[in-house]
């Protein structure tokens, strides 16, 4: 039972911003949002998180829209490195995570 | 480097051999985890320790028994394993399992399995 959507792919120029959306409609109160991402055959990576305001690190930023059913990663500038799997996930409280399809990010030079 | 190794990076196996994966994490984390990825699938949650205490079998067959011998250090150990179980096994460790919310996970790099 998925709790997000995410496209299947986008495709991203080189040294733009990429912007990858998720949708999780059903988002309860406590439930935080994750993004991790996995480069062809490694362990997934821990980007951002949050709960209602949008968060900004070293990697990317993290807008959640005002009824939280939405959010969209930035990666600001692009670069091939950024090539990966990128996972959308909503957990809560001692709820395991689940791990969708993802969104296949290609940079192209 | 994420704080979390796993040994060996790469192990082919025979149906009849024993093998053991190993996991560490240096991050004082509470949690660990291990992930089965098949090709071209979704990760898949195997187990999870907190305090060394498992809280999670995901419906796991028994061929796969899993040890924690402490908060740092978590083993999967492997036994008459069937050719569908050649997989990407991935370790994780997290703060704590059963803090509620916020709980970001620490990947390793996986250790690619065959099995023949």
């Known amino acids: 039972d998925a709790k997000t959507t995410q496209p299947t792919s986008m495709d991203c120029a080189e040294g733009r911003a990429a912007n990858l959306p998720c949708n999780h409609s059903t988002i309860s109160g406590n439930e935080y949002v994750y993004w991790y991402r996995q480069i062809h055959s490694q362990g997934p990576q821990y980007i951002i998180h949050?709960?209602?305001n949008n968060e900004t690190n070293e990697m990317a930023s993290l807008i959640i829209t005002e009824d939280r059913k939405s959010s969209t990663l930035i990666l600001p500038h692009a670069t091939l490195r950024d090539t990966a799997v990128y996972y959308c996930i909503v957990k809560g409280g001692y709820q395991k995570v689940t791990f969708g399809t993802g969104t296949k990010l290609q940079v192209i030079p | 480097e994420t704080g979390v190794t796993q040994t060996p990076r790469h192990l082919v196996m025979g149906m009849t051999n024993k093998k053991s994966l190993k996991c560490e994490q240096h991050l004082g984390h509470n949690a660990m985890y291990w992930y089965k990825q098949s090709a071209k699938k979704p990760l898949e949650l195997m187990f999870v320790y907190n305090f060394k205490e498992q809280t999670e079998n995901n419906s796991v067959p028994s061929r796969f028994s899993p040890e924690c011998p402490n908060s740092s250090h978590l083993f999967l150990h492997l036994h008459t394993l069937q050719p569908e179980d050649s997989a990407l096994y991935l370790c994780?460790?997290?703060?704590?399992?059963?803090?509620?919310?916020?709980?970001?996970?620490?990947f390793g790099p996986g250790t690619r399995l065959t099995v023949l």
């Open positions: 949050g709960l209602k």
């Open positions: 994780a460790s997290s703060p704590s399992g059963l803090r509620g919310g916020r709980d970001e996970q620490f």
